[in-house]
Nanobody
Framework: QVQLVESGGGLVQTGGSLRLSCAAS????????MGWYRQGPGKEREVVAG???????NFADSVKGRFTISRDSARNTVDLQMNNLKPEDTAVYYC?????????????????WGQGTQVTVSS
């Protein structure tokens, strides 16, 4: 089993920045891709950003140019830097990990999840 623990959510004004962090523990060797999903009020869950074990990244179109994702394999962590935040970024953000190395699957199909952290962007 893999445990994922997120930190760094909170309330920020439009245009502000937040950094989310996720620490993995347990059966680390089974983890390949890592990243972040989010689910906003009344919205479908979506992949925000993913990163493979070799550092290839992908982003939702809505966050390209504003969010970056980084991974520290030695510390088993993945971070999401969110800049120029908008009210539509308000959501619960979930760290996730997959046993496949293609980036996170759409629709929330990753096998390992954190508990989620709330991000609220005020207008």
């Amino acid at each position: 089993q893999v445990q994922l623990v997120e930190s760094g959510g909170g309330l920020v004004q439009t245009g502000g920045s937040l950094r989310l962090s996720c620490a993995a523990s347990g059966n680390i060797a089974s983890i390949k891709a890592m990243g972040w999903y989010r689910q906003g009020p009344g919205k479908e869950r979506e992949v925000v950003a993913g990163i493979t074990s070799v550092g290839s990244t992908n982003f939702a179109d809505s966050v390209k140019g504003r969010f970056t994702i980084s991974r520290d394999s030695a510390r088993n962590t993945v971070d999401l830097q969110m800049n120029n935040l908008k009210p539509e970024d308000t959501a619960v953000y979930y760290c996730a990990a997959d046993i496949f190395d293609y980036g996170l699957p759409s629709g929330g199909g990753a096998p390992y999840w954190g508990q989620g952290t709330q991000v609220t962007v005020s207008s």
